[in-house]
């Protein structure tokens, strides 16, 4: 008994194998570990080796990625850093109306494997901003992912009559927070998320024109008013996107 015992944990043992990266000059090495962790107890088969950079190359991080069995228990994982920083410039006139969009985004902040970026938008000189996280890997685990968006919009609003004259206008300023979660499971193969959206909406006359406001008087409207909302929404994907 005890020899069979004794074979059995070996047996269990053997299964277990560690890994080596080099190259990841920004990359934490905890961001590899979470994403293979649960192969760590598979045994070193072409499969494994296979799903480890599926995986490793899906965290889009990283411009290539190799990996090498240098012993029963051991691999090589060897990779190539991305530049991971993406600006944002965006210029559009036409019809008397201009708009701008300035920003970037990162998502591998700190070699974290998070993504946070901020843009600021004008539409004919109206702002809006939006700051975002997304975060893989949630809870230290690979199939969990969060994500949060804050937005402060100001735009105006316009109105028209049913021929397509001018019919007064309004402006709307919106403060919006998004948040979402996902959780895959099947090795990617089928992804469930729960998504709430609040909004905070002002409507007022505030930058419009004397002559949308006496349109406005002239239809007896009076955009005065002020409204919370939240929306809320639940998706499936089945099927996996390998990049």
Request: aromatic share 14%.
């Amino acid at each position: 008994m005890r020899v069979f015992v004794l074979l059995f944990l070996f047996s269990s043992l053997t299964h277990a194998f560690d890994f080596k990266v080099k190259g990841n000059s920004k990359t934490s090495e905890d961001v590899v570990r979470i994403e293979i962790k649960d192969l760590l107890e598979q045994d070193l088969d072409d499969q494994v080796l296979n799903e480890l950079k599926r995986r490793l190359w899906n965290l889009r991080v990283f411009s290539s990625v190799k990996v090498e069995k240098i012993s029963e228990n051991q691999i090589l994982i060897q990779v190539e850093e991305r530049w991971t920083t993406i600006p944002i410039a965006k210029f559009q006139g036409g019809g008397g109306s201009t708009y701008f969009t300035l920003g970037a985004y990162d998502i591998n902040t700190f070699g974290s494997n998070t993504e946070i970026g901020a843009q600021y938008e004008s539409l004919n000189n109206r702002p809006a901003g939006v700051l975002w996280l997304r975060k893989p890997q949630f809870l230290y685990d690979r199939n969990l992912k969060f994500g949060v968006d804050v937005w402060d919009i100001n735009r105006i609003r316009y109105l028209f009559k049913r021929n397509g004259e001018d019919d007064g206008a309004y402006t709307l300023q919106r403060k919006k927070i998004n948040l979402f979660t996902e959780k895959k499971w099947k090795n990617d193969q089928y992804l469930f998320g729960v998504q709430l959206e609040y909004h905070d909406d002002r409507v007022s006359d505030f930058g419009l024109t004397d002559e949308q406001i006496e349109l406005n008087q002239l239809n007896g409207f009076s955009p005065d008013s002020d409204s919370i909302s939240l929306w809320h929404s639940v998706y499936f994907h089945w099927g996996r996107l390998n990049y």
